[in-house]
């Protein structure tokens, strides 16, 4: 069967995902398929013409790591000049205007789109989530425009190419607690082979598909699962959800007249079902309720006391999203390196991160499936600079374990020498790495950029510069660069 328009979504938090479901849901008359950008094969351009692409922007003005390859082949020199002469394109990107790099990646998505030919048919979409509706504020207005410019050129049809995604089999080999049991947060180190994975680089990211570590309590409370092998390992039942979950709640509601059996307070449904109402409508109401504590949908359904049939809960709640680590090379192993995510908010219920709690529970010899994306970082000098934060000591790590012929600088940031320091004994005997550590709870008590704006004194053009660790850095970064050197400085980044 032919497919009229492909929707292709790059995401990092599953929005764009979301954001591809509800055009699709409008597209009411047109034969659609929502597929991953990295599923998405180039010969697609090249047997039907009408395209819409949502695109998120991550990190430092970034593509999310499963776009980048895409995009990358869009820019090389080799794409003919024309490639995309008879396609029809649309792009809407989701972004945070409280970054300078808003939206960026959507950006520069649409202008290789024009490079290359396309017929951009509809300005380039803005969803901003510092807008009164989050991104539903330019989202529905655009997806108007986008109906009505539809129906302005014949759609021509065709099969779905799909590009098959490798799976790699990793066996875990060592796991191991890097910080001591009284640090407020727990690091964990585990490692790894990967079998027949034989050209790493630095900046090399492995995908990981975590399973539900509370997929009993689910079934116990909701009863009725049909598939539990399909709540345990794919049901993302921990996601904080999204505003249209609760309209797709109410019209299940008002759909089943007989309905007592969905309460577990009968008595409460004329006003449970109004309040969940007001929520779908009130966009405020939900964000208080919703985004601001990150309230996930498991907590929602126990806040209301609502069980629902697994086939709406299937239709409503997205797969299990792979999870992205930066990795480490040592001979022939793999080791990455996270923070265990366990915290408690304003609704004193305790969260634990999803895939940090699954790498925390694997058993040592046990083999996973994962997935593998190449490094987008080049190296391409004799200097490497770096500036990281906590767990973000893992990039410049692979870089010091993979190349010994660079000098390598480490601006490492973290909290105490006796807490959260980690990899001391290793990097000492790297001869080429210089390695500068800021502890921002001893000593001066300065945080890492400002240690480096300090006592940085090389000349910086000489240096590739590299940020890793929380998403905020970018900016802290980006500023102190511009106070130091009266100037924005070029870097790349990892970050989350």
Request: hydrophobic fraction near 35%.
């Amino acid at each position: 069967m032919s497919t009229q328009i492909p929707i292709v979504y790059g995401t990092q938090s599953g929005n764009s995902l979301h954001v591809s479901q509800l055009i699709e849901s409008k597209l009411v008359h047109y034969s659609t398929c929502i597929v991953p950008i990295d599923e998405f094969s180039l010969e697609n351009f090249l047997h039907g013409n009408t395209f819409i692409f949502i695109c998120s922007t991550y990190g430092n003005g970034d593509f999310p790591f499963a776009a980048q390859y895409f995009y990358n082949c869009l820019v090389n020199e080799s794409m003919p000049v024309d490639f995309l002469k008879n396609c029809n394109i649309a792009v809407f990107g989701l972004g945070d205007s409280s970054y300078a790099k808003f939206n960026f990646a959507s950006k520069k998505l649409f202008r290789i789109f024009s490079k290359l030919g396309a017929n951009l048919f509809i300005e380039r979409g803005n969803g901003n989530m510092q807008d009164e509706q989050g991104y539903y504020t330019s989202l529905f207005p655009w997806i108007e425009k986008l109906i009505v410019n539809l129906q302005s050129f014949n759609i021509k049809g065709a099969e779905l190419i799909r590009k098959e995604k490798r799976a790699y089999d990793a066996t875990i080999i060592a796991k191991a607690m890097l910080t001591p049991s009284d640090h407020f947060q727990d690091i964990l180190e585990v490692g790894f082979t990967v079998e027949d994975y034989n050209d790493f680089e630095p900046g090399d990211t492995i995908l990981i598909s975590p399973a539900n570590y509370n997929w009993r309590e689910f079934c116990e409370y909701n009863g009725n699962m049909c598939d539990e092998d399909y709540v345990k390992n794919s049901m993302d039942y921990n996601f904080v959800p999204y505003f249209y979950v609760f309209v797709e709640i109410v019209k299940y509601l008002e759909d089943e007249p007989l309905n007592d059996h969905l309460f577990r307070n009968p008595e409460r449904k004329e006003a449970i079902t109004k309040r969940i109402r007001e929520m779908s409508t009130d966009y405020e109401l939900y964000f208080d309720y919703v985004k601001r504590p990150k309230r996930t949908f498991f907590e929602v359904l126990c806040d209301f006391g609502l069980k629902l049939p697994f086939s709406f809960l299937r239709k409503v709640i997205p797969k299990i999203r792979p999870r992205y680590f930066t990795l480490t090379k040592k001979g022939s192993e793999y080791y990455l390196t996270i923070a265990l995510v366990e915290y408690q908010n304003s609704i004193k219920a305790k969260r634990k991160g999803l895939c940090s709690q699954y790498l925390k529970e694997i058993n040592v010899s046990e083999t996973i499936k994962v997935g593998m994306i190449k490094s987008h970082l080049f190296y391409d000098s004799n200097n490497l600079l770096f500036i990281c934060t906590g767990t973000g000591v893992t990039l410049p790590r692979a870089f010091w374990n993979f190349i010994g012929d660079k000098n390598i600088v480490v601006y490492y940031g973290y909290r105490h020498d006796e807490k959260d320091r980690l990899y001391v004994e290793e990097v000492e005997k790297r001869k080429n790495v210089k390695i500068v550590y800021a502890p921002s709870r001893m000593g001066e008590e300065l945080y890492v950029q400002e240690i480096f704006y300090k006592y940085f004194n090389d000349p910086i053009d000489k240096y590739l510069i590299y940020v890793s660790g929380r998403t905020r850095l970018n900016k802290e970064v980006r500023q102190m660069f511009t106070k130091k050197y009266g100037e924005e400085l070029h870097f790349q980044a990892e970050t989350w």
